[in-house]
């Protein structure tokens, strides 16, 4: 194989490495291609292509991100005939370098790859390990009993404005609590630009409350959907909770909000493992072939 030439990125290379490439393999895959781009100091990132002839065959960006300040992302993607040469590797050297120039002083590099595939394997070598795992869970109907929530003064479930004040407040501290292992500065603006308005996607939202709210009642678990109108597919759900909540009250908020979003219809949650009160929820339930893993998991590796 002849030397490889690198250099910056240039408009046109997606396209050329589009027909390379050929389509994206995962979400994740297809999220990290729209970050390639000229490389730019606001906000900060730079990406880096190589040439096989004057043919790009393989690219490489590392930026920074403010939601998540401590790490900065990287990604790197080599077509397959190039792939177990050094390319990827030599890639993600020149991106370490670039990063001791980062604005923010930040040099620890995070990134997205799918647990014993190639990409773990490369992350592995190159000194990344996880320190995070997430997977999509699809939760057939019927798969709880549902709640009682009939007592005088005890929980409430009741719809939510997805733009009030007390559903992003609970949505913000709930992400940046479930992200002390990559810590978060998530802000009720960003709750709101990210999760929770009509450009992220949400339709719609339900609350369960500790209490009637004109009881004092406060917000124990919430769950957003990003789907836009019922049908037999598995709606597209956010799932959260108070983290303040004893273990086991937190557990039960979520079993009985989720009770009822899986009433009649599946629902489909992305949960990390940091998210302890959700995973103690589903894990009878996959065990129970009620609820079942859709795709591969995804972990999050960083050195």
Avoid at 95 to 124: D, Y
Avoid at 268 to 273: F, L
Wanted: net charge negative.
């Amino acid at each position: 194989m002849a030397e490889l030439n690198y250099r910056q990125w240039r408009d046109g290379d997606d396209l050329a490495l589009l027909e390379i490439w050929g389509d994206p393999e995962t979400t994740q895959v297809e999220h990290f291609r729209a970050i390639l781009r000229p490389s730019s100091d606001a906000p900060w990132s730079r990406c880096i292509v190589a040439e096989d002839q004057g043919v790009p065959v393989a690219a490489g960006v590392v930026y920074e991100t403010s939601l998540h300040p401590e790490r900065l992302w990287a990604y790197v993607e080599v077509a397959k005939d190039h792939r177990r040469s050094g390319v990827g590797s030599t890639l993600l050297g020149m991106l370490r370098g670039e990063a001791e120039h980062s604005p923010s002083g930040v040099t620890r590099l995070r990134a997205k790859v799918v647990p014993e595939s190639t990409g773990a394997g490369f992350a592995a070598a190159a000194g990344l390990s996880p320190i995070q795992t997430s997977r999509v869970v699809t939760v057939q109907p019927g798969a709880l009993p549902l709640p009682d929530l009939a007592a005088e003064g005890g929980p409430r479930l009741e719809e939510a404005a997805t733009g009030s004040v007390e559903l992003t407040t609970a949505v913000t501290d709930f992400y940046n609590s479930v992200h002390v292992w990559d810590r978060a500065d998530m802000t009720l603006g960003r709750a709101q630009q990210i999760l929770l308005n009509d450009a992220a996607g949400a339709s719609g939202a339900v609350v369960l409350r500790s209490a009637p709210k004109d009881q004092g009642g406060t917000i124990s678990a919430f769950a957003v959907s990003y789907t836009q109108q019922r049908t037999d597919a598995p709606a597209d759900v956010l799932l959260g909770y108070d983290t303040a909540l004893a273990p086991a009250e937190a557990e039960q908020a979520v079993r009985s909000l989720l009770a009822m979003l899986v009433h009649q219809y599946p629902v489909q949650v992305e949960v990390d493992d940091s998210m302890t009160a959700v995973v103690a929820v589903l894990e009878p339930l996959l065990a129970a072939g009620t609820a079942a893993r859709t795709g591969p998991a995804t972990a999050i590796v960083s050195d």
